[in-house]
């Protein structure tokens, strides 16, 4: 298993939350303040506090997010999803901006593959070198869960 997190809070800052989505968009939120740790399985994302422990099947979850309870000064914030689909045996990026950086790692952390897109436009990965299992693709910072069966 690799840990993932590991945050204490200060006493003077806004209350945050690591939430939990599952794939139909409901949400499980944890304290920071708890100090939350993340661990992986092959099969599940593990929630562990000092008052409790849950496991999430990873084929079920969407996302990990953190939020706060107090507004904060920033204004304007743009969250540009990117998005991507498994096109045969490739990830298929239809239409990625100029200077986008894609990592692939595996479930236990190595870095599998990173590039950086220099021109904007349509970009492919060949999955067809990797073992079947969990994969983690992170694209200018949001992460996402991919299974190659």
């Known amino acids: 298993m690799l840990t993932c997190l590991s945050i204490t809070m200060m006493a003077d800052e806004p209350k945050m939350y690591l939430l939990i989505w599952d794939n139909d968009n409901s949400s499980v939120a944890y304290a920071l303040d708890d100090e939350p740790k993340i661990t992986f399985s092959d099969t599940d994302l593990i929630i562990k506090t000092n008052n409790v ?12 997010t953190y939020e706060t ?20 045996e490739s990830l298929l990026f239809p239409s990625l901006k100029a200077n986008s950086k ?16 220099q021109e904007m436009g349509e970009y492919s990965f060949p999955l067809s070198g990797l073992i079947p299992g969990v994969y983690l693709v992170n694209i200018n910072g949001l992460t996402y869960k991919v299974v190659k069966r």
């Open 53 to 64: 422990e849950v496991n999430y099947p990873l084929e079920s979850m969407n996302r990990f």
């Open 69 to 88: 309870s107090k507004n904060t000064a920033i204004r304007n914030l743009q969250t540009d999803e990117v998005t991507f689909r498994i096109d045969g």
């Open 102 to 117: 894609i990592s692939l790692y595996s479930l236990n952390g190595t870095l599998v593959f990173t590039r950086i897109i």
